[in-house]
């Protein structure tokens, strides 16, 4: 008998059909694991509503209970710094609630003890909060803490002061003083805020001056502007005659007071700053006859302290002189220097130079320091044509120095 050989048919995938349907695969499996993951996140958040809601409704059962008092002041995290919080809560919160991820707290706040914010941060970032003193629930953007730049000072800086954005925690020291600024709604917390404590202020412009409350005995400088330097004298138009330069300016007088007990005065007082006097003008060439001296400078204004501690202007300096038949002068006097002020931050202003080219006279510089008086300016040359004298230079502004003593 003969036999019938059956033909086997195989089955299979090619490579293509097999690489579509492990995209498939891949595609469901991104969607399944973006599905579970915001699964697990929007279960965390419920969680931590949760907490916020139990922390909150603790805190307000504590305060409205028998012997209910204010809640803690203070910025906290809970579970980690909070210290007052845990003992105010502790008979109506037996555990501290725990964000369900870990290495975060819940944060609680409260500046006035009447009124309390309690977050936890969301998965997405934001802030989920109870805030008492609109007694709801809500979504916030985190806001962090921000130091305040604060200028050196003889006491503490204000609470108020302290932060530009935050609430101010953990402030110590006697000068320099350090804090931390807490963000608001789960915001990060600032650190190294400081101010620096000083031991006298100089004040270079009139003002009115609060005084702190934790001085008790104060010194007092006041010194008046410097006085203008003198303008110098014109020169001859013809060859042959002299003519003086101007003399620099005075300083301000100087005027010193110690051991003023604060209690005695006033608790915001004037404080008044002498300005400095002006230049003389220099004189200007006549086209014949005696030439006229340069103009004498102006005297600084004065100072004071609270209207009853002062110090006068200084005296201008002379302008200069011309030097021809009556007034003899052989050689020319030179422009001087204003006299020195107090300190070296500041100098009054430099004379200026005659005109001409050939035996002008230069102008001088100021004096240095507060008050101190401006240079004298220099006299004009002599011939070939008329030249003027330069004007002196103004003086240097005053100032009052409050010191502890």
């Not at 985190?142 to 935050?166: H, M, V």
């Not at 805020?193 to 934790?214: D, E, G, K, L, M």
């Amino acid at each position: 008998m003969q036999e019938k050989k059956l033909n086997k048919i195989t089955f299979g995938f090619t490579l293509i059909e097999l690489l579509v349907v492990i995209a498939i695969i891949a595609v469901f499996s991104g969607f399944l694991f973006v599905l579970m993951g915001s699964a697990v996140n929007s279960a965390k958040d419920g969680r931590r509503m949760g907490d916020v809601s139990t922390v909150a409704k603790s805190l307000l059962m504590t305060n409205a209970g028998p012997g209910g008092s204010a809640y803690p002041i203070e910025t906290c995290n809970i579970g980690s710094d909070c210290s007052a919080f845990v003992t105010y809560v502790a008979s109506n919160l037996q555990a501290m609630p725990i964000d369900p991820s870990g290495g975060q707290y819940y944060q609680y706040s409260s500046d006035d003890g009447i009124n309390f914010t309690v977050c936890a941060t969301l998965s997405n970032g934001y802030a989920y909060c109870y805030e008492s003193i609109n007694s709801k629930y809500d979504n916030y953007t985190p806001t962090p803490g921000a130091c305040a730049s604060i200028a050196d000072s003889f006491c503490a800086p204000q609470t108020s002061s302290l932060c530009a954005a935050g609430t101010p925690k953990n402030f110590s020291g006697s000068g320099p003083w350090t804090w931390e600024c807490e963000g608001a709604h789960t915001g990060a917390t600032a650190t190294g805020c400081t101010a620096n404590r000083t031991t006298s202020i100089t004040f270079t412009t009139s003002q009115t001056w609060i005084i702190p409350s934790c001085l008790t005995t104060i010194n007092v400088e006041v010194v008046g502007g410097g006085g203008g330097g003198g303008g110098g004298a014109g020169g001859y138009q013809s060859s042959g005659g002299l003519t003086n330069s101007g003399l620099g300016g005075n300083a301000g007088s100087q005027t010193i007071s110690n051991n003023i007990s604060v209690s005695t005065l006033p608790s915001s007082v004037a404080i008044v700053i002498g300005d400095g006097g002006d230049g003389g003008a220099g004189s200007v060439s006549p086209t014949s006859g005696y030439h006229p001296d340069g103009a004498q400078g102006t005297t600084g204004t004065a100072s004071s302290f609270n209207g009853t501690i002062s110090a006068p202007g200084g005296t201008g300096g002379s302008g200069g002189s011309t030097c021809w038949a009556t007034h003899p002068c052989n050689p020319a006097q030179v422009a001087t220097v204003g006299n020195n002020g107090y300190g070296t931050e500041i100098t009054g202003s430099s004379g200026q130079n005659g005109a001409g080219s050939f035996n002008n006279g230069v102008g001088a510089i100021g004096g240095t320091g507060y008050g101190a008086g401006g240079g004298g300016g220099g006299h004009g040359e002599c011939g070939n044509g008329a030249h003027p004298g330069g004007n002196g230079g103004k003086g240097a502004p005053g100032r009052v120095v409050v010191t502890i003593p």
